[in-house]
T-cell receptor, first 113, second 115 residues
Framework: KNQVEQSPQSLIILEGKNCTLQ??????????LRWYKQDTGRGPVSLTI?????NTKSNGRYTATLDADTKQSSLHITASQLSDSASYIC????????????FGAGTTVTVRA | DSGVTQTPKHLITATGQRVTLRCSPR?????VYWYQQSLDQGLQFLIQ???????AKGNILERFSAQQFPDLHSELNLSSLELGDSALYFC??????????????FGPGTRLTVL
């Protein structure tokens, strides 16, 4: 069973609208949680990173939240743009194995005009 | 541009063949990771090298092998190719000395098509 589960698998939103992506994980204890954006056919690019002591982190119109007690994170996209169409991947790093990363399957976001 | 380069960008070959994918990490990064991403699938970790030594293994098939050279570039060798090996192969690099925020920087990927 994957240690990082993301939902929804995909979603379609209209340009200008907001959306929220979910990430639930079982990795414990964890070192940090990172959200990546992956454009189609390209490598993932880091959006935000949070350690276990952080609750929220913003990067422009992207805001990530973390609840370490419930092992849940979310990524909120505000005022979506066509360029936000991509796959968003949640990655959790194990605290004791510095090479051990657990990847979610990703949420594919499609923004329509 | 992440600073990680991968060649070739595209590769088309036939079943049963062998191919080599190449990755050059960011300057100064000692760790190199290989990932496979099949169509509409998530990233699958294959293998990691650190300063020339194998560090961790993921879901890498026995038909696949990798190595990291003294200049830190890495190669992923895929042999006895099957149709199911068609995928995007990503290389990533990181600086383990960057501490807890050990970010992996991904290359543009190599798209392998096995016919």
């Amino acid at each position: 069973k994957n240690q990082v589960e993301q939902s929804p698998q995909s979603l379609i939103i209209l340009e200008g609208k907001n959306c929220t992506l979910q990430c639930n994980y079982t990795v414990s204890p964890f070192s940090n949680l990172r959200w990546y954006k992956q454009d189609t056919g390209r490598g993932p690019v880091s959006l935000t990173i949070m350690t276990f002591s952080e609750n929220t982190k913003s990067n422009g119109r992207y805001t990530a939240t973390l609840d370490a007690d419930t092992k849940q994170s979310s990524l909120h996209i505000t005022a979506s743009q066509l360029s936000d169409s991509a796959s968003y991947i949640c990655v959790v790093r194990d605290r004791f194995n510095d090479y051990k990363l657990s990847f979610g399957a990703g949420t594919t976001v499609t923004v329509r005009a | 541009d992440s600073g990680v380069t991968q060649t070739p960008k595209h590769l088309i070959t036939a079943t049963g063949q062998r191919v080599t994918l190449r990755c050059s990490p960011r300057s100064g990064d000692l760790s190199v990771y290989w990932y496979q991403q099949s169509l509409d699938q998530g990233l699958q970790f294959l293998i990691q090298y650190y300063n020339g030594e194998e560090r961790a293994k993921g879901n890498i098939l026995e038909r696949f092998s990798a190595q990291q050279f003294p200049d830190l570039h890495s190669e992923l060798n895929l042999s006895s190719l099957e149709l199911g090996d068609s995928a995007l192969y990503f290389c990533a690099s990181s600086d383990p000395l960057a501490g807890d925020h050990n970010e992996q920087f991904f290359g543009p990927g190599t798209r392998l098509t096995v016919l």
